[in-house]
């Protein structure tokens, strides 16, 4: 592997600069939105930087246009990266003054996010705040124990603090539907060739060494066959044993969660993709840990009947399961450098054209 794994992982908050210039806290802030969770771990946003502010752009270059044919997910995955940013800033002592897509003429700049005004840090606020860099997405079977007391309603507050829906999902009929949903959209899913060449695309050792997609041994699947996971993934259609496989994951986890908006728009999955690592904070502060399954959103026509099953009004944006599993390797990262762009130089008006 050509990084050293841990490292973008290990950001010492001893290191903030808090008595520095503000352009040098919003760059110490960007090293933990790159920390954020992201769909086949594409980490789709660049940012720039002012004096006095931050941008977040999407990178649709990193788009994945069979499973997320409308960037759903991408858009998703970045409010993800502006949801950690939220999280420091509140540790670091400000309110954070986000302002999501502030030009409409310019649908990729999705967020520019101030530092805000003074803000004492709650004990909570410590606690998510340190769960960034523990938070793994663990695809691995999870403990039998129910969940720790005011977990649900922990996560309830914190949906509704951000004006979105939240279901805990724990009744053993209930999850068993939700996972054999989960089943039929794997099933339908892995038949496509197109959906297992994108995978096979972000899951190999390739992607490894450029540190971003997923290794095989994220799945659980020995270290070694990473370097074949894609072409198996690719050439042969493991749907049926990927669904049985989920099915009893999402089946036996404690808690499924779903996280629903009131519409489908660009917001709503902003305002989704920061609550949701909100969430995974907060639960990776009790110890527990996640794993998505998202399959019945990506998969419009499966939408509805998720929606009735976890008893929401709105729109379902995102599934997972949670719960106390193994402690699993952190997932590889981009450098910081490699997602900052430049601002635009300032348009300087020439004496000529006066
Ligand atoms: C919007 C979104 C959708 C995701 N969907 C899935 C999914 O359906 N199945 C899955 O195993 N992981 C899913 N993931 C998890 C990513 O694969 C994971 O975040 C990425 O590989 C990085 O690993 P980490 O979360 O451990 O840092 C999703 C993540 C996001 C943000």
């Given at each position: ?157 914190l949906a509704q603090l951000d004006e979105l829906e939240l279901a805990v999902i724990t009744g053993s009929e209930a999850k068993s539907d939700v996972a054999e949903l989960v089943a039929e959209a794997d099933r339908e899913q892995h038949k496509d060739p197109d959906f ?43 749907g049926r044993r990927v669904a049985a496989n989920d099915k009893r994951l999402a089946s036996n986890s404690p808690a499924l969660v779903v996280i629903a908006t009131r519409d489908d728009s660009p917001r709503d999955w902003l305002a989704a993709g920061m609550m949701h ?78």
């Open positions: 592997m050509a990084q050293d794994a841990a490292t973008p992982w290990h950001v010492e908050a001893s290191r903030y600069p808090a008595t520095g210039p503000d352009i040098d806290k919003y760059r110490f802030l960007l090293r933990y939105a790159i920390l954020a969770p992201s769909s086949h771990n594409t980490q789709p946003w660049l940012f720039r930087v002012y004096d006095d502010h931050l941008e977040v752009i999407a990178d649709r270059s990193r788009a994945l246009p069979v499973v997320d044919p409308i960037d759903r997910e991408l858009v998703i995955s970045c409010g993800g990266a502006i949801g950690m940013i939220r999280a420091s800033l509140l540790r670091f002592g400000y309110s954070g003054d986000i302002e999501l897509l502030p030009d409409s003429a310019d649908k990729d700049l999705l967020a520019r996010v101030k530092l805000g005004s003074p803000h004492e840090p709650t004990l909570a606020d410590q606690a998510r705040f340190a769960a960034i860099s523990r938070r793994r997405s663990t695809r691995r079977k999870f403990e039998d124990e129910p969940l720790p007391p005011g977990l649900a309603e922990e996560l309830g507050e297992r060449k994108e995978l096979s695309e972000w899951l190999s050792s390739r992607r490894t060494s450029s540190r971003d997609g997923m290794s095989l041994a994220s799945f659980g699947a020995p270290d070694i066959l990473s370097s074949v996971g894609g072409f198996i993934i690719r050439t042969l259609d493991v690592v909100t969430a995974l904070l907060a639960v990776t502060a009790r110890g527990l840990t996640a794993a998505y399954l998202n399959q019945p959103i990506e998969l419009a026509k499966f939408r509805a009947r998720l929606k009735g099953l976890a008893g929401v009004s709105g729109v379902p944006q995102l599934l997972f399961r949670i719960g106390r599993g193994p402690e699993v390797k952190p997932s590889v990262r981009r450098d910081l450098e490699e997602v900052l762009v430049r601002p635009p130089r300032a348009r300087v008006k020439s004496y000529a054209q006066s």
